[in-house]
């Protein structure tokens, strides 16, 4: 993927300091495969960089050029919360409605209290992992065993009250998606999120992409609820083919940068698809109280705990897997990293997907 369309020359040298910065990295040996892409009003410029640009660029004999996707990591929650929101109207939905309203066989002694906004929001007190998760992971567990282990939880704090990231709520709210459309998630998002917005080289799991486009985790690095840096957990690690057809709710998502910024773009646009506008505003709009971390419905929004200091309008997501996103209305910018390199293989602000990000922001 090459498409550079510079329209403003004030920008060309921050294109070219993004790009010295992922090329120095591939040469350096620290990450294997980049691409980003950055948009702003006519203006496009996006680049690949490694085993993408390898990729992308087939020899001439073949002519036929390939799209490298990325497994996305927790940028996955906002588009899978997107598939949720689009069923708001179809089936008269609220944030405010108790989640036992959707899950009945829940225990009403821990998920009473807990709404569809609290999920959304990181404020359900759920976890992010399970306990047991490193057991299901490694027999090879559906989605289903997971959010049958959800059962056992219990709030850590009284809904709404604090914060804690949570990987299982954003799991529960894609159940509830599934149950009320009575359609497997990676479907759902499929036909009215991925579909719609012409991400054609995106996908809950894998689902139709080739997988010698998928581009490799680096998980010697890797989370370790994710069995990252360990080799008895090559069976079921970011890259395996249990993880990659999955398809979690919370971090299972592969996609190529422009598709990604595709996704951003559509809460820019207030009246495009893939749901009417004020959804859109929904997701993007800070639902916290004051003092708790400001977050929309499945995207992070004013994302200065990720780094990006842009405006505090600007809303996305970071992954794990090294990962970056982010759109910022103030100035109708998009700029999309994506990585090799776990985030958490280097010091907070280190990793080049955030300095490509810094200096995006210029």
Known sequence: MQNDRLTDGSLESCFEKASEILEIAIERGTLKAASFCFRQADLTFSRDFGIARSLA????????????????????????????????????????DPIRKYLPDFPS????????????????????QLPNNEELRSRHAPLSDFVDAC??????????????????????????????????IAEL??????????????????GTLSEDCLMPCQVEYGAPEAGGGRSDASTWNWNSSYWRSLGAPWGGAHASAEDVAKFLE?????????????????????????????????????????????????????????????????RGRICVVLTTLPAGALPAGAHPRDQVSRVLMA
Do not use: C
């Not at 219990?154 to 009575?182: K, N």
């Open 57 to 96: 660029q087939p020899p001439v004999e073949s002519g036929v050029s390939k799209v490298p996707s990325y497994l996305l990591g927790s940028i996955t929650k906002p588009i899978v919360i997107a598939g949720l929101i689009s069923l708001f109207d179809d089936f008269g939905l609220s944030i405010d």
């Open 151 to 184: 059962k056992q939880l219990a709030p850590a704090f009284e809904p709404g009250d604090a914060y804690e990231y949570s990987s299982m709520g954003i799991l529960l709210g894609a159940e509830i998606a599934q149950r009320i459309s009575r359609v497997d």
């Open 266 to 330: 559509a809460f820019l646009k207030p009246t495009s698809v893939p749901f009417r506008s004020e959804r859109k505003r929904m997701m993007i709009t800070n639902w916290n109280a004051s003092g708790i971390e400001s977050r929309g419905l499945g995207f992070d929004v004013d994302m200065r705990s990720s780094g990006v200091m842009s405006s505090e309008s600007t809303f996305g997501h970071s992954g794990s897997t090294g990962t970056m996103a982010w759109a910022d209305p103030a």
């Open 189 to 206: 998002v499929q036909v009215r999120i991925l579909k719609l917005l012409g991400m054609n080289h995106s996908a809950l799991g894998i």
């Open 109 to 128: 002694n821990n998920f009473d209290r807990i709404t569809i906004g609290h999920l959304l929001t990181h404020t359900s007190g759920l976890p992010d």
